[in-house]
C-alpha cells in the first residue's frame, strides 16, 4: 500500500510538473510553441501561377523559365516567398525563393538555371511568409 501510494504521488508530481512547464511556452503568429493561436492570412485572394517554357536541347525538350505569380495584395508586399515546381508525386522538381515586391499585383521566380522539364511539372506551389 505505502509503495502504491508512493508511486502515485511521484505519477502525480512528474505530471504535474510537465504540464505546467508546457502551458508556459509561448505563442504568437510568427512562432511554434505549445499551445493555440489564429494565424491570419496577408491577403483573401487567390493567387495564380503561369510560367513560360523555351526549347532546350540538352533536356531535350521544353524547360520551365521564368514563373509569374499574379494576384498579390497589399496585405502580401514585402515578405518572403518560395515557389516550388512539384511532379504528380508532389515532389518538388525545383524551388526559388525571395522576397514579394512593395507594390503591384504580380512577381516572378525565375526557374531558368534550374532545367526542369515542363513535360515533368503538374503543379506549381507558392508560399508566402512574414
Do not use: W
Not at 40 to 63: E, N, V, W
Not at 67 to 96: D, R
Amino acid at each position: 500500500m505505502k509503495r502504491t501510494f508512493l508511486a502515485l504521488l511521484i505519477g502525480a508530481v512528474v505530471f504535474g510538473s510537465i504540464y505546467g512547464l508546457a502551458a508556459s511556452l509561448g505563442v504568437s503568429s510568427k512562432t511554434l510553441g505549445a499551445g493555440n493561436v489564429s494565424v491570419a492570412a496577408c491577403q483573401s485572394g487567390t493567387l495564380t501561377a503561369s510560367y513560360a517554357t523555351a526549347y532546350d536541347s540538352t533536356i531535350p525538350g521544353y524547360k520551365v523559365g521564368v514563373a509569374t505569380i499574379t494576384g498579390l495584395q497589399s496585405g502580401c508586399y514585402t515578405m518572403s516567398f518560395k515557389v516550388t515546381l512539384v511532379n504528380t508525386s508532389n515532389t518538388s522538381l525545383a524551388e526559388v525563393t525571395g522576397t514579394t515586391p512593395g507594390s503591384g499585383t504580380s512577381f516572378t521566380a525565375d526557374f531558368t538555371t534550374n532545367n526542369v522539364a515542363a513535360a515533368n511539372v503538374t503543379g506549381v506551389h507558392v508560399v508566402i511568409t512574414g
